[in-house]
């Protein structure tokens, strides 16, 4: 099957190339203007392998037939199936001229195009634009009913359609998405526009305002959105289904939001403000047609607006009243699989993208700046600090009084990395936390584990995906976090929850120096790695938690986990200042201080037989109950007392532990063996071991 498609270098033409490549034998020519190629070899660079199938036909949308050389077109005519019209300005803010020279005369080349190479049917990607401010729903049969086009694009992607279907010489289809973002899964977006703006205004609302404030709006027009991904599918599903040429189809969702409505979507996902009340439309309408229009050519009101890299075009939107049907295209895609997926589902990756990518504020705090604007003091920002007050007291009620419901509003929604999730409590709270409606990235080195844990949670409905990797091994925490980056789009909660312990007196330990050096490896270095890799998406979403476990140990000081209790510090010394650091920017760093886990990890050292334990369940509680407060520290009265005991009473606290240190016999450990006797029966004493922080012997 062989394609010819036009603005495949654009951000919805990208998505229709690869699944035209998806098809059975495919080959996709693309036309590109002589000059840029490179933007092709992108696209083929995002594509892999399978853009060795899709080619370049050097051509030039402003010129007649495409300006296709004959001895270009000569190998093509007639073995081009399907033609796909992707090419279009979709700009409000762009120029009227230019926009009828790119949509209106380049469909025109197009077409005599698709008539000169005699292909088998033209697929034209047009816009529910074509309505204009048509009062009502606008069904996939009507095209002439469409008024009032406010704006050269909706203009022009009119007189486009309008072209398509008096000049067309050749079977044609025609696609009519709505107003198009990001891709469902990752948020992926090129520019900002349509829906986006209202990320920015809020955005720029939230700077000064906290969530709570009572912000007056209106209800305000209809909003409808698809993402690029379902437009894409949809298309070219549609394009090889029979009996369907000179249809038009609605690539639309059911569902209709109004601006109140989308505002307050955008504003719940991105903890920003919103509406807290709406003027409805019935006041709204009783002001004359002409009040929006005149608004928004108020100088004024325009520099504003630009001021905020918002196109002054948009005001027409705020009382945009029309609504579309979609039965053709609904009767189409029967039993393919495709329906547009749920707006409130991918708005969290929309958001997430916007903030990391796209967002004006973002883009400030990662620009180098001058050497004169690189002042001594600056004005610190105070506002962080009322919201995190209140959301403490907020969160420690709800944990309080309403603790089932409060772990699913906390993490509905959320990524949730998980290192140490193979067994144990980090087993036990992954499934837990999938229940309440988060997606878990297991870590561990066992991928057999991992992936029995990842089963059982997708079977109970939830969301589960697995990463195996080497947390001591820096290199390969780099490559782990990378990969949950680019598929994930980043981390909303990390929990550092795999660790080493290794139980030995420091006089068996002086020929062992590795042993202190292993510790710091995952204990240390890999928690704190696992951090500096997913912190910069948290900083710039302004969310995040990370949750370091650690051990009472820290309090206690017992004897015989001079390595281990060494790797903890410094992990506890990193999160106190990273807490410190991160204090304003909206993420939160909390730790964990269990006591010994009953677990059947401790059970091969039998002194633990005799020391007072806490069972699993608790300590599954434990985590579940700092991921809905996140509170700084999560400590038991064993640690407070034995912290206490140790500032009131140094030398006392130390004679204690000492004398438990003298009482406990402890064999020493067993000489290095040579490679001939590595065959030998081992000493059965369980003096090391990896496994999970909350498993670790104290």
């Known amino acids: 099957m062989n394609y010819l498609i036009t603005g495949a270098t654009g951000f919805i033409g990208r998505f229709v190339v690869e699944e035209l490549l998806k098809q059975p034998q495919a080959t996709v020519y693309a036309v590109v203007r002589t000059g840029s190629e490179h933007k092709l070899d992108k696209v083929k660079l995002q594509l ?85 401010q048509y009062p009502g729903q606008f069904t996939e049969d009507m095209f002439d009913q469409g008024t009032h086009f406010t704006n050269p694009y909706f203009l022009t992607k009119h007189l486009a359609e309008k072209c398509v279907r008096d000049e067309a010489k050749v079977p044609f289809r025609i696609y009519r998405p709505s107003m198009v973002v990001g891709h469902s899964q990752s948020g992926e977006m090129d520019k900002v526009d349509g829906p986006y703006y209202l990320f920015q205004l809020l955005e720029i609302i939230g700077r000064w305002l906290p969530k709570w404030t009572p912000i007056p709006g209106i209800e305000g027009g209809q909003f409808n959105i698809v993402p690029v991904d379902y437009v894409a599918q949809s298309m070219v599903y549609i394009a090889h289904q029979p009996n369907l040429d000179g249809q038009c189809f609605n690539l639309t969702d059911p569902q209709h939001y109004s601006l109140g409505e989308l505002v307050n979507l955008i504003a719940d996902t991105s903890d920003l403000p919103g509406f807290r009340w709406q003027l409805p439309n019935k006041i709204l309408n009783k002001l004359p047609e002409s009040t929006i229009p005149t608004l928004a050519q108020q100088k004024l009101v325009q520099k504003l607006l630009l001021s905020m890299d918002i196109a002054p075009e948009a005001l027409s939107f705020i009382t945009y009243q029309t609504t579309f049907d979609r039965r053709n295209a609904a009767q189409a895609l029967a039993g393919s699989g495709i329906t547009p997926p749920d707006l409130k589902q991918y708005m969290p990756a929309l958001w997430q993208y916007w903030r990391q990518h796209l967002s004006p504020q973002t883009k400030a705090s990662t620009a180098p700046q001058p050497e004169a604007d690189k002042v001594l003091f600056r004005k610190p920002k105070l506002r962080p600090y009322l919201q995190r007050a209140q959301d403490h007291w907020k969160w420690n009620a709800k944990s309080l009084f309403q603790s089932r419901t409060a772990l699913q509003e906390r993490v509905d929604g959320k990524t949730i990395l998980l290192t140490g999730a193979s067994s144990g409590i980090g087993a036990q709270v992954a499934q837990q936390l999938a229940e309440a409606g988060a997606t878990l990235l297991l870590v561990a080195r066992s991928k057999d584990k991992l992936d029995t844990i990842a089963d059982a949670i997708q079977r109970a409905g939830g969301k589960a995906f697995v990463y195996t990797g080497n947390l001591a091994d820096g290199d390969d925490v780099d490559r782990l976090c990378q990969q949950v980056i680019s598929n994930h789009g980043g981390v909303d909660i990390l929990i550092n929850n795999a660790g080493r312990s290794i139980r030995r007196s420091i006089k068996y330990s002086l020929d062992r120096f590795h042993d202190y050096e292993r510790t710091m490896q995952l204990n240390y270095f890999g928690s704190v790695r696992m951090a500096l890799n997913l912190l910069p998406g948290m900083m710039q979403r302004g969310d995040g938690h990370i949750i370091n476990v650690s051990t009472v140990g820290i309090q206690a000081n017992p004897a015989r986990f001079s390595a281990y209790l060494g790797s903890k510090w410094a992990l506890e010394g990193w999160s106190w200042v990273a807490a410190n650091e991160l204090a304003h920017t909206g993420v939160t760093v909390s730790t964990i201080n269990y006591p010994l886990v009953r677990t059947p990890m401790i059970e091969p050292t039998k002194i633990y037989d005799y020391t007072p334990a806490m069972s699993p369940e608790k300590a599954v509680d434990w985590m579940l109950d700092i991921i809905i407060t996140r509170n700084k520290r999560k400590v038991g009265p064993l640690g407070r007392a034995a912290l206490a005991s140790y500032y009131a009473f140094p030398k006392i606290s130390e004679s204690i532990v000492n004398l438990s240190y003298q009482v406990v016999r402890e064999a020493p450990p067993q000489p290095r063996e040579k490679p001939e006797q590595s065959t030998r029966k081992k000493s059965k004493q369980p003096v090391e071991r990896q496994t999970t922080n909350s498993e670790s012997g104290r």
Request: charged share 15%; hydrophobic share 40%; proline share 4%.
């Open 48 to 132: 892999g392998k399978s853009a060795e199938r899709l080619h370049a036909i050097s051509g030039d949308l402003t010129q007649p037939g495409l300006g296709i050389s004959p001895e270009d077109a000569e190998p093509l005519k007639g073995q081009i199936n399907h033609l796909f019209h992707v090419a279009a300005i979709y700009d409000l803010k762009a120029d009227a001229n230019a926009q009828q020279q790119a949509n209106v005369e380049g469909t025109r080349h197009t077409l005599q195009a698709a008539h000169t190479l005699q292909v088998g049917c033209f697929h034209h990607v047009s816009s529910i634009a074509v309505a204009g």
